[in-house]
């Protein structure tokens, strides 16, 4: 069976989402709809399909199995439900809404259709990152002390309704969440600034875990280069990721030695060992994100990005703005009442 799927909004993420769809087998790219035509006519002229303004128009005319969503952040929720009501299945870049009630619609809305509504935190698709994931679940850190993210650069022109934390800090929550599997007890969160018009442009955030890891966030849209890296630090080293490069390194703690951890951590400390660059077989994390929605509507399988995993990350975002905008620390069981 092919499916017949369209994107709506091709901007900078849109363009690559259609460029994707138009080289999967078994996929009939159908089209595009933009609110300026001619950047849906350049896209359809490329790959194919119909350009459209109209995005109901394009539904209604081309009767679409999936589209994939990248419009702004705001339009989500109109956007979404109107695909949604039409029993058509939706990747939506993330994050899910615009605020945690238009995501509870869309959660509630997309049920109750039987509609499949998947987000689209791309960096669970990352081989670096899925690699890392199996070497954690195989013990090879041992306990879990602390999580890093990295996720710096200079200022996108594109992102004109929300801050720096929802458009990128909901990234890294997500990995830490797919990475951790634990629930965030608080956060605290330094926030400014400094280019963008109206919202914050630097994070530098705290989340402490209830398993008891601490995670930190060192991210803006201030660096004039592109830094996208993970660290996470355990008892027999300190695994590090690069999401750009999709390469995965080991640094061993050298006086783990297999032995007592609490020997070691009384009597030895930490000292510095070998340092191990694991094979990660590439593939561009679009594509397999892509393939995986697409498989998931085929089969009728579970999506492996759901609406309450986008949800998430949007409630510890939306924290850890209100705990910048505050100053203070936020407690998230208080989180979970406001």
């Known amino acids: 069976m092919t499916l017949k799927v369209g994107v709506i909004g091709v901007g900078s993420m849109g363009r690559n989402h259609a460029r994707v769809i138009s080289e999967l087998p078994g ?60 029993k058509i299945h939706l990747l939506i870049e993330k994050p899910i809404a615009f605020s945690m009630d238009d995501g509870q619609r869309l959660i509630a809305t997309a049920e109750r259709a039987g509609v499949k509504l998947m987000i689209g935190h791309i960096e669970r698709f990352n081989p670096a990152v899925i690699a890392l994931k199996q070497h954690l ?53 330094e926030t400014d600034r400094r280019i963008h018009s109206s919202r914050e442009d630097m994070l530098t955030g705290l989340v402490r875990l209830a398993n008891g890891v601490v995670g930190t966030l060192a991210i803006n849209w201030l660096t004039p280069t592109k830094i996208r890296e993970l660290f996470v630090t355990g008892q027999k080293g300190m695994f590090r990721v690069d999401y750009l490069t999709q390469d995965l390194y080991f640094y061993e703690n050298a006086s783990n030695g297999g032995g007592n951890w609490e020997t070691i951590r009384v009597l030895r400390g930490v000292s510095e060992g070998c ?4 094979v990660v077989k590439k ?56």
């Open 275 to 278: 340092m191990i660059r694991h």
């Open 27 to 86: 996929v009939s790219f159908v089209g595009a709809a933009d609110l300026d035509f001619h950047a849906a006519e350049m896209i359809t002229n490329r790959f194919g399909g119909h350009p459209y303004v109209d995005y109901l128009q394009f539904l209604e005319a081309e009767q679409p199995d999936a589209v994939t969503v990248a419009v702004p952040t705001i339009s989500h929720l109109e956007v979404a439900s109107n695909v949604i009501q039409r």
């Open 137 to 189: 679940l195989a013990g090879e850190l041992g306990s879990v002390f602390q999580v890093d993210f990295h996720r710096q650069g200079p200022f996108p022109e594109r992102v004109v309704d929300v801050g720096v934390v929802i458009d990128l800090a909901v990234h890294d929550l997500d990995v830490m969440r797919y990475l951790i599997g634990s629930d965030v007890r608080r956060v605290y969160a």
């Open 283 to 338: 593939k561009e994390p679009l594509r397999a994100e892509i393939e995986a929605f697409l498989a998931a509507v085929q089969d009728d399988s579970s999506v492996p990005v759901s609406g309450s995993d986008g949800l998430w990350a949007l409630k510890i975002a939306q924290a850890l703005v209100k705990s910048g905008v505050e100053n203070r620390a936020i407690q998230f069981d208080l989180v979970e009442k406001n």
